[in-house]
């Protein structure tokens, strides 16, 4: 019997998803309209498109932090997504697990540091940080090249900047640049 394997980073439906999470969050970044007043903390997002749902060997609950599945349980379902995104990036910290088709995971998480597992440790020779990422984006790029996870989408709550890692590369986008030239100011 031959090996079935789906290739998720070049699926149509998958590669959807991801511009969908990128678009909410590019929405959110522009939406926000306080990025230049000294101390203000901004709307964060941190998204994770994952192809097996046995996430928990290298994500922790991030406590309380739930997504509102019962409002929004789907990427697809368009303007319940778009809502339930403004309200967690305001109010909620963690990771948003998004399987591959497209349903989103209750639970928020921390993913873990490639060092925290013997087996990952080889997986860090391929990440390299780049002085503009902070924390959430760091941990965006090493969770982006473990085998199980197809794409991050980040939003800094202190720029605003949009990335998107794959397979440890970043696209990324500062605030100014998002929507070019179809931006109206």
Known sequence: ????????????????????LLYCAEDVSVGFDGWD????KGPGLY???????????????MGDNRWPREDCASVLA???FIAAVERVSLNQDGGVVVAVD???????????DLGARREDRDLADDVEYEAWMGSRHM????????????ATVTVSEETGRVSVFRDGEAASAERG????????E
């Not at 007043?37 to 203000?40: A, I, L, R, S």
């Not at 998204?47 to 609950?61: E, H, L, N």
């Not at 941990?139 to 996870?149: D, F, M, Q």
């Open 102 to 112: 497209g349903e989103i995971e209750s639970q928020m998480v921390r993913f873990r």
């Open 37 to 40: 007043e000294p101390h203000v």
């Open 139 to 150: 941990s965006a790029l090493e969770t982006s090249v473990r085998p199980e996870v197809v």
């Open 78 to 80: 368009e303007d319940s």
């Open 47 to 61: 998204f994770a498109v994952v192809a097996d749902r046995d996430y928990g060997s290298y994500a922790d609950p």
């Open 1 to 20: 019997m031959r090996n079935l394997a789906i290739e998720y980073e070049e699926h149509e439906r998958v590669a959807e998803i991801v511009d969908r």
């Open 177 to 184: 640049e998002i929507g070019g030239p179809w931006r109206a």
